[in-house]
């Protein structure tokens, strides 16, 4: 399949989401309208009500096709809106770590990921409400959630950043007690973290969830139980061979929804954005809810 000719697109352009050259952002997608023939209109995200703005946006411009130009907080906010007026949406990887990108094998190279146009597919994959916010890649509680939350509050951006404070996290590691209920099943865990995953890798390539799949109609748990602090090496070694399920510090629930209590509060992420301190968490799935322009060999 390719794109119709006179087609309308919506991009959705987050300038601060990551490291990757921004300068050049206005002149490719003009290159790239004239190559493919499509009309383009650009909304450029700001920190207030832009979910109600691009809506807006496409209530006025009535858009064929949607594109997620950012990382996996403007992917986000886009699978918010999209499934209301059932629009297809093509992701830009212009964030730090790009996790949904790495996931979907969409290329790290905008003017690549650009020529999905020229042949794709679209694909249907499922969405997580946690507490009610959506999900489109992974959220957690735990090591990564506060680490997400330093990040967020630095001005600069990158894996450089991240890479950081999760150094100085290793030395922070700290475990929590959970009441787990899971289709119909209840379970208590000590974690240092717990991933809701949706997918199965972080943006870094680190696999968190070895049996992740995002069409399936079920999410996974993925449980890392306190561990000695020098197996940190042998898990993220495990983590990037993608066999991390052969840890005895690790365990991964397969679910269709789930409930957590932590009875001091804990911080959540969802997507790379920090929600807050939490005391419980809901999670439950939308299968088949956005869809996505993939290239014809992924997945």
């Given at each position: ?14 300038a601060r ?5 921004n300068e050049?952002?206005q002149s490719l ?12 209109r ?22 064929d096709?949607?594109i997620?130009?950012g ?14 007026y059932?629009l297809p ?6 964030g ?5 990108a790495r996931?979907l ?7 690549a ?5 020229a042949?794709?597919?679209i694909k249907?994959?499922?969405?997580l ?5 959506t999900?489109v890649h992974?959220?957690d509680?735990?090591?990564n959630?506060r680490?997400v939350k ?9 894996l450089?950043t991240?890479?950081r ?5 290793i030395?922070?590691?700290r475990?929590?007690?959970?009441q787990?209920?899971y289709?119909?099943k209840?379970?208590k ?16 390539g680190?696999?968190?969830?070895p049996?992740?799949k995002i069409d399936d109609?079920?999410f996974e748990?993925c449980i890392v139980?306190p561990?000695?602090?020098l197996?940190i090496?042998?898990?993220?070694w495990k983590?990037f061979?993608?066999?991390?399920q ?11 929804e789930a409930?957590?209590t932590n ?10 954005e920090v929600i807050g ?13 956005l ?9």
């Amino acid at each position: 399949m390719k794109l119709s000719p006179g087609s309308a697109v919506l991009v959705i352009y987050n300038a601060r989401s990551g490291a990757q050259e921004n300068e050049q952002f206005q002149s490719l997608l003009e290159e790239k309208s004239k190559q493919y023939g499509f009309k383009s209109r650009v909304y450029k995200m700001a920190d207030d009500n832009c979910e109600e703005k691009i809506r807006k946006e496409i209530d006025d411009f009535h858009p064929d096709l949607l594109i997620a130009a950012g990382g996996d907080g403007t992917l986000n906010i886009v699978a918010k809106i999209a499934p209301d007026y059932q629009l297809p949406v093509l992701i830009l990887p212009y964030g730090s770590a790009n996790g949904m990108a790495r996931e979907l094998a969409i290329p790290n190279q905008i003017p690549a990921a650009y020529d999905i146009l020229a042949n794709y597919k679209i694909k249907p994959v499922d969405l997580l409400k946690v507490n009610n916010f959506t999900c489109v890649h992974l959220a957690d509680v735990g090591l990564n959630a506060r680490i997400v939350k330093r990040f967020e509050e630095d001005p600069k951006r990158g894996l450089s950043t991240y890479a950081r404070y999760l150094w100085r996290e290793i030395f922070l590691i700290r475990s929590r007690s959970f009441q787990i209920r899971y289709d119909g099943k209840q379970i208590k865990r000590s974690a240092v973290s717990i991933t809701f995953a949706n997918a199965s890798k972080y943006g870094t390539g680190a696999v968190i969830n070895p049996i992740g799949k995002i069409d399936d109609g079920k999410f996974e748990l993925c449980i890392v139980k306190p561990f000695p602090p020098l197996k940190i090496f042998s898990l993220a070694w495990k983590m990037f061979r993608g066999n991390l399920q052969t840890s005895e510090y690790f365990e991964v629930i397969s679910c269709r929804e789930a409930r957590l209590t932590n009875k001091r509060g804990i911080v959540l992420q969802v997507d790379g954005e920090v929600i807050g301190k939490v005391k419980q968490i809901n999670i439950g799935i939308e299968p088949s809810a956005l869809k996505l322009l993939l290239p014809v060999e992924s997945l």
